[in-house]
């Protein structure tokens, strides 16, 4: 129950109003502040001197609900400090800082990202896809740096048209992706955790195989311990050496050490990363090389999408707190 | 056919000049110390020129080449090239349509990412070492936004039809408006300006078309809009537009074209709210050859009087 020197409670009147647990601001917090949440009252752990689990065992046990950002690993010894947990609205299109397992056993329902972000993501995708291929971040270096002239021909990129395009998880973010792409000729073939009936691209039920029959893999799925490093040296040896990766999904989808081992030795054509395994440390090579595009994890940083995030969290909330449907209810972990 | 004296204005193909000097008597100007020298020399026996989007046959060269018969353009655009000259003196004229289409209408979108989603400034910031400090800041959303294109033609269709995909909502502005599109049209391109987010420029370049993006129109697409320019440099009043940028007038530009290339006006180096790409709008490996190939099949289809693949004239 709330307290007058509680973080966050200021009047009277907020008792009343439902309980969100906040652990650390989420980004549209720290960028919109907080009066989207005002029919809510929140439990700001940060603000608190207290450590942590001290913080919980006094003022959350009764809390129902959590509003937690992506980077903030919500792990099982957290979870044994809110008992009365049955609700976790998380602002990242990824799930993997939850212990998915363990909300499913205690019964917590997850209200996802959703498909805020999915077109603001795909954009990212597409974009870095053209820059590689185009070379249009080499050539605007190239051009700022004085080096244009008209004897010294600037190299040569690759067409779009006709290239195959693995897609490595077909959800909200992998379909938005592949009807950009159709777009501009590009053929679509995906991989998924489960075939999808409606989608009429041709299925292949494992990465290597796909990969054989690409140009290009885009990695669009979630970061889980069945899709840690699956895309590994061999994935990456069956795109070939005229292959592109593009990864706007988690950075240890991908074996890092092996994507730069496979561009320094030129067994792949280039790379368009907007995650890394080791954020925000990026590979010392990469840093050099003009056949990849470097992203500082920003796909869906756009103010559009957080505005659109913060009408989603509230809805979330909204709906939990009145008995009805969540709308991003995560389903099948 | 090794007599036929095939004149290239300036190297742009390595395997195009490399098949030319195979099946001609090949002379590249950028070779000459001399050029007017160069050409008098050889002047009776080149009888094909060979140009693209940065040299062209002007009057100057027609006249100065009496046996000349067909000039054959590695590219679409053809403005470097006196066509009424060469309809005159029943001077073939051959160009590359639709063969660049699809890597015209990537790059312009690509452009539009980047420049709205900072792609090319977020790169630097990585390299940089900057990314350890702290975030990019926030970039404005591509998706949604709306599209204006100068000129409906080949190129434009394929950069409306990409742009939808992005649900961008598409109008245009064209000499006349098309019956068959169901895309909005505006009647002046200062009206297309004030109704769309993103400009594309799309048309030909000729005498009327010059400059088509002014002050006026600039200032109307506005401190939140974005101009692409895929045409021509001369399309776009080149110094209006440094100053548009530089005073925030402006909100961005993609720019393929310059009207001196490859010249680019310095001013716009410390602006991150462009990107500058030295002409390569058609610049794929693929395309490149099947544009060769269009060259050498017309110069090939004239030489031996069947009827030209992509006449102009």
């Given at each position: 129950?709330?307290?007058?020197?509680?973080?966050?409670?200021?009047?009277?009147?907020?008792?009343?109003?439902?309980?969100?647990?906040?652990?650390?601001?989420?980004?549209?917090?720290?960028?919109?502040?907080?009066?989207?949440?005002n029919?809510?009252?929140?439990?700001?752990?940060?603000?608190?001197?207290?450590?942590?689990?001290?913080?919980?065992?006094?003022?959350?046990?009764?809390?129902?609900?959590?509003?937690?950002?992506?980077?903030?690993?919500?792990?099982?010894?957290?979870?044994?400090?809110?008992?009365?947990?049955?609700?976790?609205?998380?602002?990242?299109?990824?799930?993997?800082?939850?212990?998915?397992?363990?909300?499913?056993?205690?019964?917590?329902?997850?209200?996802?990202?959703?498909?805020?972000?999915?077109?603001?993501?795909?954009?990212?995708?597409?974009?870095?896809?053209?820059?590689?291929?185009?070379?249009?971040?080499?050539?605007?270096?190239?051009?700022?740096?004085?080096?244009?002239?008209?004897?010294?021909e600037?190299?040569?990129?690759?067409?779009?048209?006709?290239k195959?395009?693995?897609?490595?998880?077909?959800?909200?973010?992998?379909?938005?992706?592949?009807?950009?792409?159709?777009?501009?000729?590009?053929?679509?073939?995906?991989?998924?955790?489960?075939?999808?009936?409606?989608?009429?691209?041709?299925?292949?039920?494992?990465?290597?195989e796909?990969?054989?029959?690409?140009?290009?893999?885009?990695?669009?799925?979630?970061?889980?311990?069945?899709?840690?490093?699956?895309?590994?040296?061999?994935?990456?040896?069956?795109?070939?050496?005229?292959?592109?990766v593009?990864?706007?999904?988690?950075?240890?989808?991908?074996?890092?050490?092996?994507?730069?081992?496979?561009?320094v030795?030129?067994?792949?054509?280039?790379?368009?990363?907007?995650?890394?395994?080791?954020?925000?440390?990026?590979?010392?090579?990469?840093?050099?090389?003009?056949?990849v595009?470097?992203?500082?994890?920003?796909?869906?940083?756009?103010?559009?999408?957080?505005?659109?995030?913060?009408?989603?969290?509230?809805?979330?909330?909204?709906?939990?707190?009145?008995?009805?449907?969540?709308?991003?209810?995560?389903?099948?972990? | 056919?090794?007599?036929?004296?095939?004149?290239?204005?300036?190297?742009?193909?390595?395997?195009?000049?490399q098949?030319?000097?195979k099946?001609?008597?090949?002379f590249?100007?950028?070779?000459?110390?001399?050029?007017?020298?160069?050409?008098?020399?050889?002047?009776?026996?080149i009888?094909?020129?060979?140009?693209?989007?940065?040299?062209?046959?002007?009057?100057?060269?027609?006249?100065?080449?009496?046996?000349?018969?067909?000039?054959?353009?590695?590219?679409?655009?053809?403005?470097?090239?006196?066509?009424?000259?060469?309809r005159?003196?029943?001077?073939?004229?051959?160009?590359?349509?639709?063969?660049?289409?699809?890597?015209?209408?990537?790059?312009?979108?690509?452009?539009?990412?980047?420049?709205?989603?900072?792609?090319?400034?977020?790169?630097?910031?990585?390299?940089s070492?900057?990314?350890?400090?702290?975030?990019?800041?926030?970039?404005?959303?591509?998706?949604?936004?709306?599209?204006?294109?100068?000129?409906?033609?080949?190129?434009?269709?394929?950069?409306?039809?990409?742009?939808?995909?992005?649900?961008?909502?598409?109008?245009?502005?064209?000499?006349?408006?098309?019956?068959?599109?169901?895309?909005?049209?505006?009647?002046?391109?200062?009206?297309?300006a004030?109704?769309?987010?993103?400009?594309?420029?799309?048309?030909?370049?000729?005498?009327?078309?010059?400059?088509?993006?002014?002050?006026?129109?600039?200032?109307?697409?506005?401190?939140?809009?974005?101009?692409?320019?895929?045409?021509?440099?001369?399309?776009?009043?080149?110094?209006?537009?440094?100053s548009?940028?530089?005073?925030?007038?402006?909100?961005?530009?993609?720019?393929?074209?310059?009207?001196?290339?490859?010249?680019?006006?310095?001013?716009?180096?410390?602006?991150?709210?462009?990107?500058?790409?030295?002409?390569?709008?058609?610049?794929?490996?693929?395309?490149?050859?099947?544009?060769?190939?269009?060259?050498?099949?017309?110069?090939?289809?004239?030489?031996?009087?069947?009827?030209?693949?992509?006449?102009?004239?």
């Amino acid at each position: 129950m709330a307290t007058p020197n509680h973080p966050g409670n200021h009047d009277h009147q907020s008792k009343e109003l439902p309980q969100v647990l906040v652990l650390e601001p989420p980004p549209i917090m720290k960028l919109h502040g907080d009066r989207f949440l005002n029919d809510f009252q929140l439990l700001k752990a940060w603000e608190s001197p207290l450590p942590l689990d001290q913080f919980l065992s006094i003022h959350a046990q009764s809390v129902k609900a959590l509003l937690t950002p992506g980077r903030y690993p919500l792990t099982r010894n957290i979870l044994q400090l809110l008992p009365s947990l049955q609700l976790v609205v998380t602002t990242s299109a990824g799930l993997n800082h939850i212990d998915l397992p363990e909300f499913q056993r205690r019964g917590i329902a997850i209200a996802s990202a959703g498909d805020v972000y999915s077109e603001d993501v795909a954009d990212m995708a597409v974009g870095l896809l053209i820059d590689v291929l185009r070379k249009i971040s080499a050539a605007d270096r190239y051009v700022r740096k004085g080096l244009w002239d008209t004897k010294a021909e600037f190299p040569l990129g690759s067409k779009l048209c006709s290239k195959r395009v693995g897609i490595v998880g077909l959800g909200s973010i992998g379909q938005e992706v592949a009807k950009r792409l159709q777009a501009f000729g590009c053929r679509i073939i995906y991989t998924s955790r489960n075939k999808k009936p409606s989608v009429s691209y041709p299925y292949y039920s494992n990465v290597l195989e796909l990969a054989a029959d690409s140009d290009v893999l885009i990695i669009c799925c979630g970061l889980t311990e069945q899709t840690r490093h699956m895309i590994n040296k061999y994935v990456m040896l069956a795109l070939g050496k005229e292959g592109v990766v593009i990864n706007i999904g988690r950075g240890a989808i991908i074996d890092e050490k092996e994507l730069v081992q496979c561009l320094v030795q030129r067994e792949l054509a280039g790379a368009g990363l907007d995650v890394f395994e080791n954020e925000p440390h990026v590979p010392r090579e990469l840093l050099t090389m003009d056949n990849v595009v470097l992203s500082p994890h920003r796909a869906v940083r756009t103010p559009e999408s957080l505005t659109a995030m913060c009408e989603h969290v509230k809805g979330n909330l909204e709906a939990f707190f009145s008995n009805k449907p969540l709308l991003s209810p995560v389903m099948n972990i | 056919m090794e007599s036929i004296g095939v004149l290239m204005l300036i190297p742009m193909n390595t395997y195009l000049e490399q098949e030319l000097q195979k099946r001609y008597n090949l002379f590249k100007l950028w070779t000459a110390p001399q050029k007017p020298q160069f050409i008098k020399e050889h002047a009776n026996s080149i009888r094909a020129v060979v140009g693209n989007a940065g040299a062209g046959a002007d009057a100057e060269l027609i006249e100065a080449l009496p046996r000349l018969e067909i000039v054959s353009s590695f590219s679409v655009g053809v403005d470097k090239i006196d066509l009424a000259k060469c309809r005159e003196k029943g001077i073939r004229v051959t160009n590359t349509p639709d063969v660049l289409t699809e890597d015209v209408a990537d790059l312009a979108i690509g452009l539009m990412l980047a420049v709205l989603r900072r792609l090319c400034e977020s790169d630097r910031y990585v390299r940089s070492g900057k990314w350890k400090k702290g975030d990019y800041k926030l970039t404005t959303k591509f998706s949604g936004k709306t599209v204006g294109i100068i000129g409906l033609g080949r190129i434009g269709m394929a950069v409306a039809k990409r742009a939808e995909a992005f649900n961008c909502p598409i109008c245009y502005y064209s000499r006349t408006e098309k019956s068959d599109t169901k895309y909005k049209y505006y009647p002046s391109v200062v009206e297309l300006a004030s109704n769309c987010q993103i400009l594309v420029v799309a048309c030909p370049l000729t005498e009327e078309t010059q400059h088509i993006v002014n002050r006026e129109v600039m200032n109307a697409l506005g401190p939140k809009g974005v101009l692409i320019n895929i045409g021509r440099g001369p399309h776009v009043d080149e110094p209006e537009l440094v100053s548009a940028l530089v005073e925030g007038r402006l909100g961005g530009a993609g720019l393929d074209v310059y009207e001196h290339e490859p010249e680019v006006p310095e001013e716009l180096f410390g602006l991150e709210n462009v990107v500058l790409l030295p002409h390569v709008g058609s610049g794929t490996v693929e395309t490149r050859k099947v544009m060769a190939d269009l060259v050498l099949g017309n110069l090939e289809a004239h030489f031996l009087n069947k009827p030209l693949l992509t006449p102009l004239v």
